[in-house]
C-alpha cells in the first residue's frame, strides 16, 4: 500500500506509523522496508506495542497525530472492546480521512468455524471472535458513515479429511489456532469440526473442497 501511494503521488510527502505488538513482525517489516527503495524517502515510527497500550500513550500525550488513512487488517480479533477501538482509531483522522478495516466475512467459513466452536477455540490470543457482522454493527451504532466490499477468497482443504495427511493437519492446526489439531482436541470436537468444515464451509468442485475464506472490507469515512 505504501508503494502504492508513492508510486501515485510522488511529490507528497509520505509519514506512516506502525502499530504492532510483536517485534518479530515488526523487524520482518522493518526489513521489507530496508531493501524497498521507493520506501526510502517515507518517514517511519515504530510503536512496538498493542492497541490498547498505544490509544493509553495517545490519550497521556494529549497532542495527537492525525492521519489521512489507518488501515486496521485483521487486527480486531485482538482487542478488548471492538467499539471503543473503533471509535478511538476513527478519532485519529483528518477531515477528509478513512479508516479501512479488513475482518473475515460475516456468515462465511472463519465465521461459521470460529462461532461454532467458540468454546473451544477462543482460548489463547483470540478470546472474542468477531466478523464483519460486528464491525459493521459497532460502526452503525457509532453513526458513522461507510461502505461494504466483500473479498470473495476460497482455498482447498481436501487435504484436511484425510487423516493421514501431514498436509492436511497443518491446515487444521492452522483454521483452529492451534499446534496440533488431532492433540488438541476429544475425538467428538475433532469429528464435529471437520463435519462443519465440509457441510458448512465448503463447496464441492470436482471432487475438491474449497473452503470459503472471504474476507470483507469495511471503509469508515471520517
Same mark, same amino acid.
Given at each position: 500500500?505504501?508503494?502504492? +501511494?508513492?508510486?501515485?503521488? *510522488?511529490?507528497?510527502?509520505?509519514?506512516?506509523?506502525?502499530?504492532?505488538?510483536?517485534?518479530?513482525?515488526?523487524?520482518?517489516?522493518?526489513?521489507?522496508?530496508? /531493501?524497498?527503495?521507493?520506501?526510502?524517502?517515507?518517514?517511519?515510527?515504530?510503536?512496538?506495542?498493542?492497541?490498547?497500550?498505544?490509544?493509553?500513550?495517545?490519550?497521556?500525550?494529549?497532542?495527537?497525530?492525525?492521519?489521512?488513512?489507518?488501515?486496521?487488517?485483521?487486527?480486531?480479533?485482538?482487542?478488548?472492546?471492538l467499539t471503543?477501538?473503533?471509535?478511538?482509531?476513527?478519532?485519529?483522522?483528518?477531515?477528509?480521512?478513512?479508516?479501512?478495516?479488513?475482518?473475515?466475512?460475516?456468515?462465511?467459513?472463519?465465521?461459521?468455524?470460529?462461532?461454532?466452536? /467458540?468454546?473451544?477455540?477462543?482460548?489463547?490470543?483470540?478470546?472474542?471472535?468477531? $466478523?464483519?457482522?460486528?464491525?459493521?454493527?459497532?460502526? /452503525?451504532?457509532?453513526?458513522?458513515?461507510?461502505?461494504?466490499?466483500?473479498?470473495?477468497?476460497?482455498?482447498?482443504?481436501?487435504?484436511?479429511?484425510? *487423516?493421514?495427511?501431514?498436509?492436511?493437519?497443518?491446515?487444521?492446526?492452522?483454521?483452529?489456532? /492451534?499446534?496440533?489439531?488431532?492433540?488438541?482436541?476429544? *475425538?467428538?470436537?475433532?469429528?464435529?469440526?471437520?463435519?462443519? +468444515?465440509?457441510?458448512?464451509c465448503c463447496?464441492?468442485?470436482?471432487?475438491?473442497?474449497?473452503?470459503? $475464506? $472471504?474476507?470483507?472490507?469495511?471503509?469508515?469515512?471520517?
Amino acid at each position: 500500500m505504501l508503494s502504492l +501511494l508513492r508510486s501515485t503521488f *510522488p511529490a507528497v510527502p509520505i509519514t506512516a506509523d506502525i502499530v504492532e505488538g510483536s517485534s518479530e513482525l515488526t523487524d520482518n517489516f522493518k526489513a521489507l522496508v530496508a /531493501k524497498t527503495t521507493d520506501l526510502q524517502k517515507i518517514s517511519f515510527a515504530w510503536h512496538i506495542m498493542h492497541s490498547g497500550d498505544y490509544e493509553k500513550q495517545v490519550e497521556a500525550k494529549g497532542d495527537v497525530k492525525k492521519f489521512d488513512f489507518i488501515h486496521m487488517i485483521q487486527m480486531l480479533y485482538y482487542v478488548e472492546n471492538l467499539t471503543d477501538t473503533i471509535k478511538f482509531y476513527h478519532n485519529l483522522l483528518k477531515s477528509n480521512g478513512r479508516l479501512m478495516i479488513i475482518i473475515e466475512a460475516a456468515n462465511a467459513g472463519w465465521d461459521t468455524l470460529w462461532k461454532t466452536y /467458540k468454546k473451544e477455540l477462543c482460548v489463547d490470543a483470540i478470546t472474542e471472535y468477531c $466478523s464483519s457482522g460486528e464491525v459493521v454493527a459497532s460502526v /452503525k451504532s457509532l453513526g458513522l458513515k461507510y461502505e461494504e466490499h466483500t473479498i470473495h477468497n476460497t482455498f482447498d482443504i481436501t487435504e484436511c479429511f484425510d *487423516p493421514s495427511s501431514a498436509t492436511g493437519e497443518c491446515m487444521l492446526s492452522f483454521m483452529t489456532a /492451534k499446534d496440533h489439531f488431532y492433540q488438541s482436541f476429544t *475425538p467428538e470436537i475433532r469429528a464435529g469440526v471437520l463435519d462443519l +468444515l465440509r457441510n458448512k464451509c465448503c463447496a464441492d468442485k470436482g471432487g475438491r473442497l474449497f473452503f470459503d $475464506s $472471504s474476507l470483507s472490507c469495511i471503509l469508515v469515512h471520517a
